[in-house]
């Protein structure tokens, strides 16, 4: 298909890539449901199976380290089988690794299933698809997109946790199980009927432009292209910058709030239901949060952004441990600060990496950056299961988070300058549409 000229959309139509966006936001809300289920399961396990929170830690590390590893190679496999079919599989892999969780009885199948399969699945079904639609569907907006459909994953806990977490103190853990699996393969039909590659398949240009892209044949493997864009990251100081921050984001948010805060409040007293409250709350407030973020992103200084929102994330993680003795009040001002700064740092961060390394690279850089977020949040979420285990508490952990966070706070501030890449990465001429 050869490029041509078109005339803008008109803006009494709905573009197509609204509807793209709207099924990516569902796909990522169920994922995000999938990924926050073990915070549910590990006072249960506990009880049923003797396992400490350690060993189970072990396995949920697997989990968040596979779902970042997964990224950078998951927007190679998109480029090379298309959106449809790779989260069509994806959703499949989840429906099969969480029912199949409902008859494990020991150690290495919880590791193999929730670490390894879910973990794989999850990882396709990640912030890195997001960014993908966002980049091939969006011209104007793109910003308010990506928060849009990164607070999808703050939604998913809002939705679900609830929910599931009353599923686990009346039917038990392994109904939970069962509802997740049943989620993830209700959506298959939904992504095979509506989800599309490129505005292209359509005939039409991005949401904004006024140009079609043309869609063009394979060239560079895009597996190869992923590991391209890790060595040219790698001689880049923004890329080290924006993999530390990330590596703290990761720590102190799924690593350690997502998997802990529940067994935590339940150390202090707190019923799961009302735990799973909490993180519903930062759930809702993220929504809000991190769309604002996504259309700040469109107007200011990424890195002045992220300095802020890195600092409050800190300071109200050093408050979180002292949050037990105000009453449930002090838990609830937590959950609304700490929330409205749960994954707003996506946007100017996927900003900041296509400022550095070019738009048509921004999904693929991202991925790379979002893998050491997982490596980041796989260390808070074993680390902190060894700290409970050996301490009796996460008063450690929380405050260390904190003063983490004061330090991506410093280091956001000296992203940018010059590129530090000595030579571009390979485009793949399927991603020169995107």
């Given at each position: 298909?050869?490029?041509?000229?078109?005339?803008?959309?008109?803006?009494?139509?709905?573009?197509?890539?609204?509807?793209?966006?709207?099924?990516?936001?569902?796909?990522?809300?169920?994922?995000?449901?999938?990924?926050?289920?073990?915070?549910?399961?590990?006072?249960?396990?506990?009880?049923?199976?003797?396992?400490?929170?350690?060993?189970?830690?072990?396995?949920?590390?697997?989990n968040i380290f596979l779902y970042g590893m997964i990224g950078p190679f998951a927007v190679a496999i998109i480029e090379r089988f298309g959106l449809r079919r790779s989260v069509?599989?994806?959703?499949?892999?989840?429906?099969?690794?969480?029912?199949?969780?409902?008859?494990?009885?020991?150690?290495?199948?919880?590791?193999?299933?929730?670490?390894?399969?879910?973990?794989?699945?999850?990882?396709?079904?990640?912030?890195?698809?997001?960014?993908?639609?966002?980049?091939?569907?969006?011209?104007?907006?793109?910003?308010?997109?990506?928060?849009?459909?990164?607070?999808?994953?703050?939604?998913?806990?809002?939705?679900?946790?609830?929910?599931?977490?009353?599923?686990?103190?009346?039917?038990?853990?392994?109904?939970?199980?069962?509802?997740?699996?049943?989620?993830?393969?209700?959506?298959?039909?939904?992504?095979?009927?509506?989800?599309?590659?490129?505005?292209?398949?359509?005939?039409?240009?991005?949401?904004?432009?006024?140009?079609?892209?043309?869609?063009?044949?394979?060239?560079?493997?895009?597996?190869?292209?992923?590991?391209?864009?890790?060595?040219?990251?790698?001689?880049?100081?923004?890329?080290?910058?924006?993999?530390?921050?990330?590596?703290?984001?990761?720590?102190?948010?799924?690593?350690?709030?997502?998997?802990?805060?529940?067994?935590?409040?339940?150390?202090?007293?707190?019923?799961?239901?009302?735990?799973?409250?909490?993180?519903?709350?930062?759930?809702?407030?993220?929504?809000?949060?991190?769309?604002?973020?996504?259309?700040?992103?469109?107007?200011?200084?990424?890195?002045?952004?992220?300095?802020?929102?890195?600092?409050?994330?800190?300071?109200?993680?050093?408050?979180?441990?002292?949050?037990?003795?105000?009453?449930?009040?002090?838990?609830?001002?937590?959950?609304?600060?700490?929330?409205?700064?749960?994954?707003?740092?996506?946007?100017?961060?996927?900003?900041?990496?296509?400022?550095?390394?070019?738009?048509?690279?921004?999904?693929?850089?991202?991925?790379?950056?979002?893998?050491?977020?997982?490596?980041?949040?796989?260390?808070?979420?074993?680390?902190?299961?060894?700290?409970?285990?050996?301490?009796?508490?996460?008063?450690?952990?929380?405050?260390?988070?904190?003063?983490?966070?004061?330090?991506?706070?410093?280091?956001?501030?000296?992203?940018?300058?010059?590129?530090?890449?000595?030579?571009?990465?390979?485009?793949?001429?399927?991603?020169?549409?995107?």
């Open positions: 298909m050869s490029a041509r000229s078109t005339k803008p959309i008109s803006t009494t139509r709905i573009h197509y890539a609204w509807v793209v966006a709207a099924v990516t936001f569902v796909v990522l809300l169920v994922g995000a449901g999938v990924r926050a289920t073990p915070g549910i399961m590990i006072v249960p396990w506990e009880r049923e199976f003797g396992w400490s929170a350690a060993t189970i830690s072990v396995a949920i590390a697997v069509c599989a994806a959703l499949l892999v989840l429906a099969a690794g969480t029912a199949s969780t409902a008859w494990m009885s020991a150690p290495w199948q919880m590791l193999l299933l929730w670490g390894i399969v879910v973990g794989s699945g999850s990882g396709m079904v990640a912030n890195v698809l997001g960014a993908t639609v966002a980049n091939r569907w969006f011209f104007r907006h793109r910003g308010l997109v990506l928060g849009l459909l990164t607070a999808s994953s703050a939604t998913g806990q809002l939705v679900f946790l609830p929910m599931l977490a009353s599923l686990a103190v009346s039917q038990g853990w392994r109904a939970v199980s069962l509802a997740v699996a049943a989620a993830a393969l209700a959506l298959v039909p939904l992504v095979a009927l509506l989800l599309r590659d490129r505005p292209s398949d359509f005939g039409l240009p991005r949401y904004g432009e006024a140009e079609v892209k043309p869609r063009l044949a394979d060239g560079v493997n895009p597996a190869r292209r992923a590991l391209q864009g890790l060595a040219t990251g790698l001689r880049s100081k923004d890329f080290w910058l924006l993999s530390g921050t990330f590596f703290i984001c990761g720590a102190s948010t799924n690593g350690l709030v997502g998997t802990h805060l529940i067994p935590a409040c339940i150390d202090h007293g707190i019923p799961e239901v009302t735990a799973a409250g909490l993180l519903a709350l930062m759930g809702l407030c993220d929504l809000v949060g991190t769309t604002a973020s996504g259309w700040l992103t469109d107007r200011f200084d990424g890195r002045k952004l992220l300095a802020w929102y890195y600092a409050l994330r800190g300071l109200s993680l050093i408050f979180l441990p002292y949050s037990f003795d105000i009453s449930f009040y002090g838990l609830s001002l937590f959950a609304v600060f700490y929330g409205l700064d749960w994954i707003a740092t996506v946007p100017p961060t996927v900003s900041l990496a296509g400022r550095a390394f070019g738009e048509e690279n921004a999904a693929l850089m991202f991925g790379w950056i979002a893998a050491v977020h997982q490596i980041g949040a796989a260390a808070a979420a074993s680390l902190a299961g060894v700290v409970r285990t050996n301490s009796g508490d996460y008063f450690a952990a929380f405050v260390a988070a904190g003063l983490l966070c004061l330090v991506a706070a410093l280091m956001a501030m000296f992203v940018g300058g010059p590129h530090a890449a000595d030579e571009p990465i390979p485009a793949s001429p399927q991603a020169a549409g995107a």
